[in-house]
């Protein structure tokens, strides 16, 4: 049974980010951001934290009301604001791996649709509260309120199974890259 899914405090945005960052620890993109292990977890919560300030971020809290699952969504069914602190932000955050965090947005950039949507940008559920059905019930509680398409990018096969049960459509091109080879999984869902 999972718990009311409510809107990520303001003060809870580092724990948010944390959140996400170890539950993305394993994942080969991640790895590939950050390949030295013993920087992984602080420069990904960090990065996290600068990327999700500008998002609506769902939360599904423990009994102690600590966030145990978020979905971060991001508003694009108008043009994005400019964030001009985010590039010296980046830099300071990412240290010697900036150069990887920059060929991901620039990735990510050239291949985000142009049509109006929302996009997923992270689903993250605590490792030890996976297989709870957190996951399933944000993407339930968002998809039941957009009017628009929905968009993301997947990151592995037991992700686009997920995706694809609940309508998620793949795009062309499907597979984007790293410059080491690591893929993302574009896809689309309609309202």
């Given at each position: 049974m999972t718990s009311p899914?409510?809107?990520?405090?303001?003060?809870?945005?580092?724990?948010?980010?944390?959140?996400?960052?170890?539950?993305?620890?394993?994942?080969?993109q991640?790895?590939?951001?950050?390949?030295?292990?013993?920087?992984?977890?602080?420069?990904?919560?960090?990065?996290?934290?600068l990327a999700i300030t500008a998002a609506t971020v769902h939360v599904i809290p423990d009994p102690d009301d600590h966030p145990i699952a978020t979905s971060v969504w991001f508003d694009r069914t108008h043009p994005e604001p400019p964030n001009p602190t985010y590039a010296n932000h980046l830099a300071t955050i990412t240290g010697p791996y900036l150069p990887n965090f920059q060929a991901l947005d620039n990735l990510l950039a050239a291949h985000h649709p142009p049509e109006p949507h929302?996009?997923?940008?992270?689903?993250?559920?605590?490792?030890?509260?996976?297989?709870?059905?957190?996951?399933?019930?944000?993407?339930?509680?968002?998809?039941a309120t957009l009017t628009t398409p929905a968009y993301l990018e997947a990151t592995n096969e037991a992700n686009l199974r997920?995706?694809?049960?609940?309508?998620?459509?793949?795009?062309?091109?499907?597979?984007?890259?790293?410059?080491?080879?690591?893929?993302?999984?574009?896809?689309?869902?309609?309202?």
């Open positions: 899914i409510r809107h990520a405090r303001p003060n809870e945005i580092p724990s948010v980010a944390a959140l996400i960052a170890h539950a993305f620890n394993n994942l080969a991640t790895h590939s951001l950050v390949p030295h292990a013993d920087h992984r977890l602080p420069v990904m919560t960090a990065y996290f934290e929302w996009h997923l940008a992270f689903l993250a559920v605590h490792p030890h509260h996976r297989h709870s059905g957190h996951g399933v019930a944000l993407l339930t509680h968002t998809h997920l995706y694809r049960r609940h309508g998620y459509k793949t795009l062309h091109p499907f597979a984007i890259h790293l410059p080491d080879g690591t893929p993302f999984y574009r896809m689309w869902r309609r309202p």
